[in-house]
């Protein structure tokens, strides 16, 4: 087998001992030896049975001149942490869309297809007290106005030891009148009371305040034991 370098730069490096040879027996019916020079360099090569082939080298020089090895390790470290955090990820996930499912059927005893109509509000006595006028007496299921009624405003001031003392007969008259008259709970057996809901202004005196909340004291279902059990559960409400 002949070997010749395929330029003088390969020559020279097979001289310096830069490019190293093997040897191995002939193989698939060849004759003699084959020689493999590897080095920066390619090679032509004629075997005993007069095939001429070419070959390339592959350097295997370390940056220091010494072998260099061919075997690479991969990394498995930052795959490993990839893959237990997209593990716990997914596993968080699964659990909380689990915990915030509500479950929207109901268990109640009873006919689910079953209709049930909402109680009906209970009737209140609304007193507006905004205008400088007049009193409204309203009587009110929920939102709607069942009636309404308009007072005088008639003031009857009195001077007790230097104190001044407002009174509303006309009002308190007109109120009596309409729980008389719509009252739910007038039975003094009844344990609830009629309610009533006082609207005021901010900038009402506080003794007309008490005058109409008198007022609005002034029917009654009798006495018990000596007390006197009031019509209306009194209620504020500023406008």
């Known amino acids: 087998m002949e070997i010749a370098p395929a330029n ?23 004759s003699g030896t084959l020689i493999v020079v590897a080095g920066p360099y390619l090679e032509r090569a004629t075997l005993a049975h007069g095939k001429e082939t070419f070959m390339a080298g592959v350097s295997v020089d370390g940056p220091s001149g010494g072998r260099r090895s061919l075997d690479s390790e991969i990394n498995m470290i930052p795959m490993i942490d990839l893959l237990m955090v997209t593990v716990s990820f997914l596993l968080i996930t699964a659990v909380w869309s689990q915990m915030s499912r509500i479950e929207a059927s109901s268990k109640a005893p009873g006919d689910p297809t079953e209709v049930v109509t909402p109680p009906k509000p209970e009737l209140a006595l609304h007193v507006r007290t905004s205008s400088a006028e007049k009193f409204v007496l309203e009587w009110r299921e929920g939102p709607a106005v069942v009636s309404s009624r308009d007072v005088p405003r008639h003031e009857d001031v009195t001077t007790v030891r230097g104190n001044r003392i407002v009174r509303y007969p006309d009002l308190a008259k007109a109120i009596e009148e309409e729980w008389k008259a719509r009252g739910a709970h007038r039975d003094l057996s009844d344990g609830k009371s009629d309610r009533a809901v006082m609207h005021t202004p901010h900038e009402m005196p506080y003794g007309s305040m008490v005058a109409v909340m008198d007022a609005i004291a002034t029917p009654s279902k009798g006495v018990v034991r000596g007390t006197t059990v009031p019509a209306f559960a009194t209620t504020l409400a500023t406008d």
């Open 8 to 30: 003088a730069d390969g020559a020279a490096a097979l001289r310096s001992g830069a490019a190293r040879s093997f040897r191995s027996d002939a193989k698939n019916g060849g």
